[in-house]
């Protein structure tokens, strides 16, 4: 069997070189070597690993053109999600992340199986499973969890923090039709097998920083918060959170006394829904009154 020929690459202008087999995207290449480039879908949808070429023989996957246009195209502009390196190559970053390349950590797979499956609301599910080894994360990261022998696969971000590091959590908004969230009311069960591969994501907990901490989120989003959160309270840092909560509606088990429980903790935290079909709330404070109360199995988790 004839071994993938290895080239080199160079990223300016912060100097960083590393490896890529022919046959793996120069974005691949980054994450199995812990090089956090900045990213997105992965996919040549988003344009969030858009750099420039400086020179080298390169080739290009299939891509949308509203993340790389044409115009650019033809100014050596790439997405490394879907370079392929034919030579040693170099690229001008445009987007980079000096705090996300010094805190890298390589991209890896996981062997799982599913703990549990939770109803938190009508729609959305809590989804809990257990990995046969550590994944090191940055609390606000992803991973992709995949069913099937490969045949789903979908980007989730944790809702724990990092000290869990062998028992993952997902909040997940369920779609009749969705490929993976359809599975979660029967036909996933516990003791399913599945892999998660991670950790992805320019999204995580700036430490020792000195200003307020400001999340936003709504639904689902709330996993990388929660997560976010969890960790902040575990470091025992102390400074001002703003979480700002947006959906249709009070959901009773994701506004919930967590949010309470968060604030008695912190000397400086304001939970602030944003909803677009309010239930009834207490006037101004931003906290759900008794009739939005209720236990929640992802704050009950953190007690």
């Known amino acids: 069997m004839t071994e993938a020929q290895v ?10 070189e590393m490896e890529v087999e022919e046959g793996e995207t120069v974005l691949n290449a980054a994450f199995r070597q812990g090089i956090s480039l900045m990213h997105g879908c992965k996919e040549g949808q988003c344009g969030s690993c858009k750099s420039k070429l400086i020179d080298g023989d390169i080739e290009l996957l299939k891509y949308s053109t509203f993340a790389l246009p044409d115009y650019e195209s033809e100014t050596n502009h790439v997405l490394l999600c879907r370079t392929h390196a034919y030579s040693d190559v170099s690229f001008e970053l445009l987007n980079y992340d000096e705090d996300l390349l010094s805190r890298s950590i390589a991209v890896k797979a996981f ?29 606000g990261q992803y991973v992709d969890l995949t069913l099937h022998d490969g045949a789903i696969t979908r980007a989730f971000s944790m809702a724990n923090a990092p000290s ?6 997902f909040i997940i908004k369920k779609y009749p039709n969705g490929a993976f969230s359809s599975l979660l009311d029967g036909q996933l069960g516990v003791g399913d097998a599945l892999t998660a591969k991670g950790p992805y994501g320019t999204c995580f907990r700036r430490e020792e920083r000195p200003g307020p901490m400001l999340l936003i989120g709504g639904g689902s989003g709330m996993s990388p918060l929660w997560s976010i959160l969890a960790d902040h309270i575990a470091s025992k840092e102390q400074r001002p959170v703003r979480f700002f909560y947006g959906g249709p509606r009070a959901r009773r088990s994701l506004l919930c006394r967590g949010t309470r429980s968060i604030a008695a903790r912190l000397k400086d935290f304001k939970f602030v829904p944003a909803l677009s079909h309010a239930e009834r709330m ?4 931003g906290r759900p009154d008794s009739s939005t109360r209720s236990s929640c199995a992802i704050c009950a988790k953190r007690k």
Do not use: Q, Y
Request: proline fraction near 4%.
């Open 7 to 16: 080239h080199r690459v160079r990223f300016e202008p912060v100097g960083i």
């Open 282 to 285: 207490t006037s101004g404070t």
């Open 164 to 169: 869990e590091s062998t028992n993952l959590r």
């Open 111 to 139: 062997a799982g199986r599913v703990a549990k499956i939770s109803a938190l609301t009508a729609d959305i599910r809590l989804l809990e499973i257990e990995i046969d080894k550590p994944l090191k994360f940055w609390a």
